[in-house]
């Protein structure tokens, strides 16, 4: 289980929300995501939330625990990584060309995930280094 990216969670519920949402009465993912509701804060102020909001909010907590992961060295990151970089091409591929995936919140998703290759690979590399002694040329 360690091998999984948890960003897929979010990708996987999308592609739900996309192909599926005329199931939920709702053939529009962008205007169901721009849905919401308000949250009174003590300064009487209305925090207007929609559910585009919360899903990069969560998003942006698995990609908090992406990152905890990418610390750890072993077989099971290296394919972490692999299938990071599997997910930020299918969240590419999907934001670039299939019709209702043109949205911020999916937008936000697909820089996640290139952002947890990139940040996966690089600390990876960090870590591989720090446990090999290298010598300095001087």
């Keep these: 289980m360690g091998a999984f990216p948890l960003l897929l969670f979010p990708l996987v519920f999308y592609n739900l929300l996309a192909f599926g949402g005329g199931l939920a009465g709702r053939a529009d993912v962008a205007a169901l995501l721009n849905e919401g509701f308000g949250l ?11 559910y585009s909001d919360l899903f990069v909010a969560l998003s942006l907590c698995l990609l908090f625990l992406e990152m905890v992961k990418a610390t750890r060295t072993g077989r099971a990151e ?8 599997l ?7 999907e934001f670039l060309l299939l019709k ?7 937008f ?4 996640m995930t290139l952002f947890d290759v990139v940040a996966g ?17 001087d």
């Design 40 to 50: 009174t804060l003590p300064s009487g102020d209305v925090w207007h939330f929609s």
């Design 78 to 85: 290296i394919l972490n990584h692999a299938f990071s970089t």
């Design 87 to 93: 997910t930020f091409v299918a969240a590419l591929m």
């Design 100 to 106: 209702g995936f043109a949205t911020t919140a999916f």
């Design 108 to 111: 936000l998703l697909t820089a």
């Design 121 to 137: 690979y690089t600390i990876s590399i960090i870590s591989a280094r720090r446990d090999l002694t290298v010598p300095e040329h």
